[in-house]
């Protein structure tokens, strides 16, 4: 695997994807990248550790002992490297996961976010969710359907709820709320007069299509507004097939949405800020590619 990667420059951590990549067959449709690799370019730390760690074979996961490599898929910990050989990224705002209870736990790719954006991203597994009732003008939930709405458009819907909610109430708020809501009002009031996006945190749903249906239909998401990544297409090794290409592994998901979020809420040119959220990813995908090239099945 070492003599295909190119070695990272002196003083410089990171280094643009390998040629292998190019020749990868998922494309992007954005907009911006209407023929672009989405895997191409990218600013990547070093995949030395993993070069390591996959030579030295599978490992002992040090808190449930399962065989692993890379990383334990169970715990969320790396296994055979250290925290301080991978990168971490510091993201804009909290990511939170909600995975199917019957998710295969090695297939799915919202331990990447984990373990490089450890501060930033709760997992949880259904029916485990967080209560956001009362946070819902300032948090959204990832899902494509007829309802969604892109993320240029996500700012300004999520400005009207406070008003919307404030507009169809009848009844007094609840006592033990009042203080709460009347403090999130007016902190939403401030941000609006500044013209801030007021989104502080994103949901993803961390299961096969065919599971989704009982996670999404649950009334404590019911409330959230639905955004959709619409224009992206997944480089997955695992996509389920009769389901169409815009539908993204969870760390895919997240990346996209960061980029596009970066870009058009934040209004700031994108320089790879959330780029190591793909470093597990984008290294998998080669090695995945490489074999089945080498079984010539690709």
Same mark, same amino acid.
């Given at each position: 695997? $070492?003599?295909?990667?190119? +070695?990272?420059?002196?003083?410089?951590?990171?280094?643009?994807?390998?040629?292998?990549?190019?020749?990868?067959?998922?494309?992007?449709? $954005?907009?911006?990248?209407?023929?672009?690799?989405?895997?191409?370019?990218?600013?990547?730390?070093?995949?030395?550790?993993l070069e390591r760690a996959q030579s030295a074979g599978r490992l002992k996961c040090p808190k449930c002992a399962g065989s692993r490599m890379f990383y334990c898929y169970t715990?969320? $910990?790396?296994? =055979?490297?250290?925290?301080?050989?991978?990168?971490?990224?510091?993201? #804009?705002?909290?990511?939170?996961?909600?995975?199917?209870?019957? @998710?295969?736990? =090695? %297939?799915?790719?919202a331990v990447h976010a984990k373990l490089i954006a450890p501060d930033d991203v709760t997992v949880y597994t259904y029916p485990c969710i967080p209560e956001y009732e009362s946070?819902?003008?300032?948090?959204?939930?990832? !899902?494509?359907?007829?309802?969604?709405?892109?993320?240029?458009?996500?700012?300004?819907?999520?400005?009207?709820?406070?008003?919307?909610?404030?507009?169809?109430? /009848?009844?007094?708020?609840? #006592?033990?709320?009042? %203080?709460?809501?009347?403090?999130?009002?007016?902190?939403?009031?401030?941000?609006?007069?500044?013209?801030?996006?007021?989104?502080?945190?994103?949901?993803?749903?961390?299961?096969?299509?065919?599971?989704?249906? %009982?996670?999404? /239909?649950?009334?404590?998401?019911?409330?959230?507004?639905?955004?959709?990544?619409? /224009?992206?297409?997944?480089? !997955?090794?695992?996509?389920?097939? =009769? $389901?169409?290409? /815009?539908?993204?592994?969870?760390?895919? +998901?997240?990346?996209? !949405?960061?980029?596009?979020?970066?870009?058009?809420?934040?209004?700031? @040119?994108?320089? =790879?800020?959330?780029?190591?959220?793909?470093?597990?990813?984008?290294?998998?995908?080669?090695?995945?590619?490489?074999?089945?090239?080498?079984?010539?099945?690709?």
């Amino acid at each position: 695997m $070492s003599a295909d990667l190119p +070695a990272p420059k002196k003083g410089d951590p990171c280094f643009v994807c390998t040629e292998s990549l190019q020749r990868s067959s998922c494309n992007s449709s $954005s907009k911006d990248e209407p023929k672009a690799e989405p895997l191409l370019g990218l600013k990547l730390a070093s995949h030395a550790p993993l070069e390591r760690a996959q030579s030295a074979g599978r490992l002992k996961c040090p808190k449930c002992a399962g065989s692993r490599m890379f990383y334990c898929y169970t715990c969320f $910990s790396l296994v =055979g490297i250290s925290q301080q050989e991978i990168p971490t990224v510091k993201l #804009p705002i909290k990511i939170d996961i909600i995975k199917h209870p019957n @998710e295969t736990d =090695g %297939k799915s790719t919202a331990v990447h976010a984990k373990l490089i954006a450890p501060d930033d991203v709760t997992v949880y597994t259904y029916p485990c969710i967080p209560e956001y009732e009362s946070e819902r003008h300032e948090v959204v939930l990832v !899902f494509p359907g007829s309802q969604s709405v892109t993320v240029e458009e996500m700012s300004k819907q999520l400005l009207e709820i406070p008003k919307k909610s404030s507009d169809d109430s /009848t009844d007094a708020p609840c #006592p033990k709320r009042l %203080k709460r809501e009347v403090k999130s009002l007016e902190e939403q009031c401030t941000k609006n007069q500044q013209g801030v996006c007021p989104l502080q945190r994103v949901v993803f749903i961390d299961s096969t299509w065919n599971q989704t249906n %009982k996670i999404i /239909t649950d009334e404590r998401l019911q409330a959230l507004l639905q955004v959709e990544l619409k /224009t992206r297409k997944t480089c !997955f090794w695992r996509h389920q097939r =009769g $389901s169409p290409d /815009t539908y993204l592994a969870t760390i895919e +998901a997240i990346y996209y !949405f960061l980029k596009d979020f970066h870009m058009q809420c934040l209004s700031e @040119e994108y320089q =790879g800020e959330y780029d190591n959220l793909l470093y597990f990813f984008v290294y998998l995908h080669k090695l995945i590619n490489n074999a089945k090239k080498a079984a010539g099945k690709l």
